[in-house]
């Protein structure tokens, strides 16, 4: 059982730039694949970036050169840096993280809020 918790999430204007973080917590040691996701009202659920057990990166289009994912070494804090905003960005943005071997487990934080004004 993971437990995930996002912050970092506000107001921002266009142009800005803002830092996420997801804290794990709980049975965090076969934590194999995080990311972030993000969801705009209307819209479905979308991947924006995430990182593998290795460290291999992979980033939606829309955020490629603008946003980075990064982990600290014991895999348990989860960060996206944002820069360069963009109204379109504006979306609730969720944790994901995958464990066991096979990727079998999922879990999901409660979302941050991220507006970004023009």
């Known amino acids: 059982q993971v437990q995930l918790v996002e912050s970092g999430g506000g107001l921002v204007q266009a142009g800005g730039s803002l830092r996420l973080s997801c804290a794990a917590s709980g049975s965090t040691y076969n934590i194999n694949l995080s990311g972030w996701y993000r969801q705009a009202p209307g819209k479905q659920r979308e991947l924006v970036a995430n990182?593998?057990?290795?460290?291999?990166?992979n980033y939606a289009d829309s955020v490629k050169g603008r946003f980075t994912i990064s982990r600290d070494n014991a895999k348990t804090t989860v960060y996206l840096e944002m820069n360069s905003l963009k109204p379109e960005d504006t979306a609730v943005y969720y944790c994901?993280?995958?464990?066991?071997?096979?990727?079998?487990?999922?879990?999901w934080g409660q979302g941050t809020q991220v507006t970004v004004s023009s």
């Open positions: 990182i593998g057990s290795g460290g291999l990166t």
């Open positions: 994901n993280v995958k464990t066991g071997w096979a990727s079998q487990y999922s879990y």
